[in-house]
Each structure stands twice: as structure tokens, then as C-alpha cells.
């Protein structure tokens, strides 16, 4: 029940807040440019901290491998199933185009906060203390000397999962 309580109040106040739309491949760029959108262009950057981890299992009867992602799953330690790869982490890759962009409404007011719904800056969501992290896809911004800056506070956007 904490877990739920603490996700709603991360949640609260967004419903009401103006979305910013993001573009992503040239593309859609390009025909927002034509159309006539004012638009915040940002830098995509590979974010190497977001991983998983995993171990490479094969069943003894069938040879038939897989993965397994948490420490605790019962078939690393059964007797019909054997380790063929040792934990190792991954790093995820998003398949993000290079050129990516805000839609900025036109009316928007200095000061005003609104919801980035697909973040282009790297932030991370949650970290797991047996490892694995992932990126933060939305955010509140403000919008202020014409640019969004997002109201990251890892203490409150960043989950830290302990298990």
C-alpha cells in the first residue's frame, strides 16, 4: 500500500497540465518546420547508465535456453536447469533518431509548468540495488529564457528499489 501511495503523489497535478509533444526523425521535424511550429531542438545522447542484468539458463531435458532478469527466480537454483552464462549486465540502446525536437505552444507564458510526455534528456526512472536501471520518459517542465527546463529531482522522479 506505501508503494501505491508514494505513485499517486509522484503522479498528482499532471492531469492538468499542458503536454509538450516531441519530435523525433528529420522527417517530422521538417514538416512541423513547414507547418510553422517554434521548436526547441535537443541533443540525443546514448545513456550508458541504464542496464539490466541477466543470466543465461538452459533447461537439462530440452537444451532449451533462455533468460533469466532477478536473482531470485527459482530456476537459477533448480537441479533440471544449469547456468550456460554467468550474471552480466546490459546496457539498453534506445533506437532514438539523432534529431529530436520540443513543439512549443505558441502562447506559452514564462514560468508556466507543463509535461514533457517523451523526455530526449537522459534522467533515470528507478535503480534496482541487484541491478538494472531505466530512463525516465516524462517529466514536468518549466518553461523559462525560452527553454524547458525539466524539474528532475531524482530524489522524487527516481525509484530505488531495494529487494
Known sequence: MAFWNFWKSKKSGIDNLRKIETLRGQKSIDNA?????????KNVEPFSTVKGKYCIMKNKKSGKKFKIYDFRDERGYSEDFEVVQDWT???YKFEFPKEAAYVI?????????VLVEDLIENFLSYYYNQGGSDRL???KAKWKNNDLEIQYNPNIDCINVVG
Do not use: Q, R, T
Not at 518546420?33 to 531542438?41: E, H, Q, R, T
Not at 505552444?105 to 509548468?113: A, H, M, S, T
Open 89 to 91: 549486465y546490459e546496457y
Open 137 to 139: 520518459k516524462s517529466c
Open 105 to 113: 505552444p505558441k502562447d506559452i507564458k514564462d514560468g508556466e509548468i
Open 33 to 41: 518546420i513547414a507547418k510553422g511550429a517554434n521548436l526547441i531542438f
